[in-house]
């Protein structure tokens, strides 16, 4: 855990960096630092290993003040990744992903070892990559080896700054991803520097945003995009942070329609007649085992006249022969998503299908639909609840917008 209470930072200069300080990142938190050029990030960062020493206040590393600690012993705790990576040019990768642990007294052989596991880690093969020098690398490939070497002492907490900075968008969220992956697992206490929102939104439990020297607000991604709390926040995070906050808001039970549901091996015959009593247009199919199959639009199953599928112009269908069953007149959709994913990936896998809904569900098994208009009410709704500090099932909205689940597929 770490800990600063009224940290100042002032240069010899005048210039004051970082002014009056309080926050804490929690153990296992990956805390990202996000502000303009300038604002004190860095100068933040590099007080927690010593690299720069406060002017006054002070941190502490797991209830312990770092002023009392030896420089370099504290920083065999705390992992560090830079920008510029910072490889030892004549070492192969292996040798620099070693070095740490090989300076930390482990035997050299031992220490390659752990190298090799650890370039595995981060998406590197040892036995490809591990011989190589660092000029015979891509960029994003050094940012590995950077994550590695300072996973390489397993320290408790990891200070990183613009880690995947220098490389190009793609490999970039690549790089994110990947880096989420292993913090599923490996649960460091990370204090991760960024200027972008985007990226500091996508990695942090909780983000602070700075100011000139100081923070303007420290919470969850959700509540700063949903919630600024000053204006200069609210113009840091940007306009169109509505649609941000799409990819931090996740699909809830509560947000879900019940459209009406039938079986692949049910009669056609009979399912009809429950959309019929429904006054539904439509049914959700799901397979024998619950999962999501597709749909059926309730014409075809009544044998009455239906659009065909392709959009090319009116048609008749002939009615259901006897016996004939759901599977017959089934539409394949494959429109789904877990439980808990983020309404952007919604909205994409919707956009992806040309649907109008798209199926949520735990495990193989289906919870019901989010439409486009369920999905703004979700997004309402969390911005809503986020504001007011409660769960967001306990938010009623005055209006529900939407006239209801629209048929899915261009057929509809
Ligand atoms: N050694 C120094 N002497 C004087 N001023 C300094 C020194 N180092 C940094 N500063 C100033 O302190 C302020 C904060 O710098 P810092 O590097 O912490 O910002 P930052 O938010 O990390 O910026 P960037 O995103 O550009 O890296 C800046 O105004 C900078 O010019």
Not at 135 to 156: C, F, K, N
Not at 162 to 175: C, S
Not at 243 to 263: A, F, H, I, Y
Not at 266 to 295: E, I, K, N, Q, T
Request: hydrophobic share 40%.
């Amino acid at each position: 855990m770490i800990r600063f209470e009224h940290v100042t930072k002032s240069y010899p200069d005048g210039t004051t960096a970082v002014d009056d300080l309080t926050f804490e990142v929690a153990e296992g938190e990956l805390v990202t630092l996000v502000g303009p050029s300038g604002c004190g990030k860095t100068t933040t960062m590099k007080m927690v290993n010593r690299l720069i020493e406060p002017t006054s206040g002070r941190i502490l590393l797991d209830g312990e003040d770092i002023s009392g600690l030896d420089p370099v012993q504290l920083r065999r705790r705390i992992g560090y990744v830079i920008q510029q990576v910072g490889l030892f040019p004549h070492k192969t990768v292996l040798d620099n992903t070693a070095t740490v642990p090989h300076l930390l007294g482990r035997p050299r052989r031992e220490a390659r070892a752990r190298a090799a596991e650890l370039l595995d880690l981060v998406g590197l093969d040892p036995s490809a990559y591990g011989d190589r020098y660092p000029e015979q690398l891509s960029g994003g490939q050094r940012q590995r080896v950077g994550v590695a070497r300072a996973l390489a002492a397993d320290p408790p907490v990891l200070l990183m700054d613009e880690p995947f900075g220098a490389v190009d968008p793609v490999v970039r969220e690549h790089l994110q991803n990947e880096f989420l992956r292993l913090q599923s697992t490996l649960r460091k206490t990370v204090l991760f520097v960024t200027h972008d929102i985007e990226e500091a939104v996508r990695l942090g439990d909780r983000i602070a945003v700075y100011g000139a020297g100081r923070i303007e607000q420290f919470d969850t991604p959700a509540t700063v995009l949903g919630a600024p709390a000053t204006p200069y926040t609210a113009e840091f995070v940007g306009a169109d942070r509505g649609l941000k906050r799409l990819s931090v808001t996740p699909v809830e039970p509560g947000d879900l329609e019940q459209p009406p549901v039938v079986r692949l091996d049910d009669p056609a015959d009979r399912a009809a007649g429950r959309l019929s009593a429904d006054g539904a247009s439509w049914a959700v199919v799901l397979d024998a085992d619950g999962a999501l199959h597709g749909w059926v639009p309730a014409a075809a199953l009544t044998g009455a006249p239906a659009a065909p599928a392709d959009g090319t112009g009116p048609g008749l269908r002939k009615r259901a022969p006897q016996g004939a069953t759901v599977r017959d007149h089934a539409r394949r959709m494959d429109a789904r998503l877990p439980l808990g994913a983020p309404l952007r990936q919604a909205l994409s896998t919707m956009l992806q299908h040309d649907a109008g809904w798209v199926a949520v569900q735990d495990g193989d098994h289906f919870l019901g639909v989010l439409t486009p208009a369920r999905l703004h009410t979700a997004l309402r709704r969390a911005t809503t609840a986020d504001a007011a500090n409660v769960a967001r099932d306990e938010v009623s909205l005055d209006t529900v917008p939407g006239p209801g689940v629209p048929a899915p597929g261009p057929a509809g």
